[in-house]
């Protein structure tokens, strides 16, 4: 028999069932407690609430635990390609070799944008922030394909999967064309997926553009770490948007702008920013580190601290160490890395980071890498982005299958002014 849990308010008691998921974490039911009590749960920032049941990832932050479908990060990592997690992620199981290569026809055959869809690019400023473009940029798709809107209609939602995973690497590679003044690339759909995005980004038509096998490798890999971590800010995001029931490309919109806060996504540009200005500014590391600590100073350090994970993230292990591996290979030294290493050690071994719980996260080395491969500061979080796709879609395909759905409406506690009356202006 299901555990349930009594609330007491004034001489009411109320039963909740308590609910638990496939990894034993336990929750109150409250759904009644509005209907029954009048009373509402207070939890801003949503850190005690459960929003949704999800089979996509889970996460145990005390362990520095992340599985994709069951499967251990770490595993994924090694042996797996980001396409083959992408589907993983969608579909829920890993896919047969038949079936990724036919998913990944698929998506090759959909990599194109359509011609008109250039010039959209030209109404903005060269400095435009790629990921203000690309957030517009995704939810004009939906000007394009009129035909396959309807997020109840598995075939129109399989078109836009398959479109959006194919047409991101094309639409973020001209906001950064775009924003240097360089002719935008046709994809090349010989290469594989991060390949054709390495020469979309990097290739010109005046050469014949080689990949590097190292840096095609490490951006996989990337990719394979961002591409889902369950309810977090822009999933959540995704999911209330798409709770309207607008269409993938709205949610998706949604989503990005979402993650390109400094406070998510977009802490890896403010790390790499964060380290070149302790360089440019002569800093130490400590001279920083004691920055952060000072309640009466704005810094924080950027990449470390996270909601969930209170011990280590896994992303951040292995990124660190493919951090010197890629450098390594590619011959790079970078005092960037140097700087990062330094910071890592004296927050560390620093009580107020080690009472309050801050390790580094998936954003504190993953910069380094990217600067190391020519990918300039504001692409980063683009970056994150074309990772994170499998995992929005993932999310609001399993929100709109679920028959719990309901589109999201939180309440809130009123403390405004109580009714009063209009005056006149006249008389004010
Ligand atoms: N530097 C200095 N102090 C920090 C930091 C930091 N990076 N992170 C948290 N703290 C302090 C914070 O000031 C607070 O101190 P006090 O208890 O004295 O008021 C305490 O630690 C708890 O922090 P919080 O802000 O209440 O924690 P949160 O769970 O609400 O926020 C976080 C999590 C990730 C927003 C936050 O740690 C942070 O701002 N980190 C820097 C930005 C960052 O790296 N973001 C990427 C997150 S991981 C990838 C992603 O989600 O996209």
């Known amino acids: 028999m299901a555990d349930t849990a009594e609330l007491r308010i004034g001489d009411k008691t109320l039963s909740l069932e308590v609910i638990e998921g496939s990894e034993g974490e336990r929750a109150i039911d409250i759904r009644k407690l509005r209907s029954e009590t009048g009373h509402i749960s207070f939890d801003p920032g949503y850190g005690n609430s459960g929003s949704c049941r999800s089979a996509v990832t889970f996460i145990d932050g005390e362990q520095g ?16 390609s980001f396409l083959e997690v992408s589907y993983l992620l969608i579909y829920g199981e890993l896919p047969s070799a038949q079936q990724l290569g036919q998913f990944t026809e698929s998506i090759r055959y959909h990599t194109m944008i359509h011609e008109d869809f250039k010039s959209f690019y030209s109404a903005m400023p060269k400095d435009a922030h790629p990921m203000a473009a690309c957030a517009a940029a995704v939810g004009a798709l939906g000007t394009f394909y009129p035909d396959s809107l309807d997020p109840l209609d598995p075939r129109q939602v399989e078109i836009s999967v398959h479109r959006l995973l194919a047409k991101f690497p094309t639409m973020a590679s001209y906001a950064y064309k775009h924003s240097i003044g360089q002719p935008f690339m046709y994809p090349d759909n010989t290469k594989d997926y991060v390949g054709n995005f390495l020469q979309l980004m990097f290739g010109t038509p005046c050469e014949q553009y080689e990949v590097n096998p190292t840096i095609e490798k490490a951006i996989d890999l990337l990719l394979i770490l961002h591409a889902d971590h369950e309810q977090n800010c822009s999933a959540s995001t995704v999911r209330l948007c798409g709770s309207s029931q607008v269409n993938l490309f709205g949610a998706i919109s949604a989503g990005i702008n979402a993650l390109w806060g400094p406070l998510h996504g977009g802490a890896n540009q403010a790390v790499i920013e964060m380290l070149a200005a302790i360089r440019d500014e002569g800093l130490t590391a400590k001279q920083f580190v004691d920055r952060a600590k000072d309640r009466n100073d704005t810094s924080r350090l950027m990449g470390f601290g996270h909601r969930v994970y209170r011990n280590f993230d896994p992303r951040m292990k292995i990124i660190k160490k493919a951090c010197f591996d890629v450098l390594g290979q ?66 609001w395909m399993e929100m709109h299958d679920d028959p719990d759905f309901k589109i999201g409406r939180p309440r809130q506690i009123y403390t405004g002014a109580t009714e009063r009356d209009y005056v006149p202006v006249g008389q004010r």
Do not use: C
């Open 330 to 395: 590619l011959g790079v030294n970078s005092k960037l890395l140097e700087i990062a290493v330094e910071l890592e050690e004296i927050a560390l071994n620093d009580p107020y980071f080690v009472e309050r719980r801050l390790y580094p996260n998936v954003d504190f080395y993953s910069g380094v890498i990217y600067t190391a491969i020519g990918t300039p500061d504001n692409m980063f979080t683009v970056m994150f982005a074309l990772g994170r796709l499998p995992g929005w879609i993932a999310q």
């Open 65 to 80: 635990i992340l599985r994709y479908r069951g499967y251990p990060i770490e595993q994924l990592a090694e042996h797996s």
